[in-house]
């Protein structure tokens, strides 16, 4: 149980464009959803939190226009990296809690190589 | 959690000895902490977890110890195994409303033959 996937698991996309990074909980109702970047030997820095029908609540230093978060349904939270650029570049990794519980279960992160 | 570093720390461990892993956390307001394990290119994957309530804890092959009075967290790993190897984190939750976890800098375990 708490499987979480993640959808590209690695995309190439060009300087400028956008792009949209799917996570979903498939075998749970995730009230709450958390987006994080993760350069390589680094640490995971958490970016923002998503709360299904509400607002993104973003980290301090991470531009929320940058950083589109649709969170639509108890399964499913969107990122979108808008006007991508190679700095942007990064793994980036979802997880989500069940509704009350302070465990987060981890998508398997989505490599994001930006030309 | 640690600070965020350049470097991971590493651990070399040969195969079937016990394996200790340590990590400082930051705030003393902090009720929960989870150990994960991160292989390459993959997602974290929960291992343990410990509520400050408890000092210890014990999985299959895996204990996890909490010292609050140095706000200390170690994971023990008996009899490690080449699948062990992986980057460890430690992350405390920061007792916020939403869930939120702090990651320390993970220490790199590397299985020797």
């Known amino acids: 149980g708490a499987v979480v996937s993640q959808h590209p698991s690695w995309v190439i996309c060009k300087s400028g464009t956008s792009v949209k990074i799917e996570c979903r909980s498939l075998?749970?109702?995730?009230?709450?959803m958390f987006w994080y970047r993760q350069f390589p030997k680094q640490s995971l820095m958490l970016m923002a939190t998503?709360?299904?029908?509400?607002?993104?609540?973003?980290e301090q230093g991470v531009e929320k226009d940058k950083f589109l978060i649709n969170h639509a349904s108890l399964t499913l939270s969107t990122l979108t990296v808008t006007s991508a650029h190679p700095e942007d570049s990064s793994f980036y990794i979802c997880?989500?809690?069940?509704?009350?519980?302070?465990?987060?279960?981890f998508g398997p992160g989505t490599r994001l190589t930006v030309l | 959690g640690e600070s965020v570093g350049l470097h991971l720390p590493t651990l070399s461990v040969q195969e079937g000895d016990n394996s200790i892993i340590n990590c400082a956390y930051s705030?003393?307001?902090?009720?929960?902490f989870i150990w994960y394990k991160q292989e390459s290119g993959k997602g974290p994957q929960f291992i343990i977890d410990?509520?400050?309530?408890?000092d210890k804890r014990q999985g299959q092959r895996v204990t996890v110890l909490l010292n609050k009075t140095v706000k200390h967290l170690s994971l023990q790993i008996a009899a490690t195994q080449p699948g062990d190897s992986a980057v460890y984190f430690c992350?405390?939750?920061?007792?916020?409303?939403?869930?939120?976890?702090?990651f320390g800098a993970g220490t790199q375990v590397v299985v020797t033959p």
């Open positions: 997880s989500a809690s069940v509704s009350g519980g302070a465990t987060q279960y």
């Open positions: 075998d749970f109702q995730a009230t709450t």
């Open positions: 998503s709360n299904e029908g509400s607002k993104a609540t973003y």
């Open positions: 705030n003393s307001a902090s009720d929960y």
């Open positions: 410990i509520r400050s309530n408890m």
């Open positions: 992350a405390e939750n920061l007792g916020d409303s939403w869930g939120k976890l702090q």
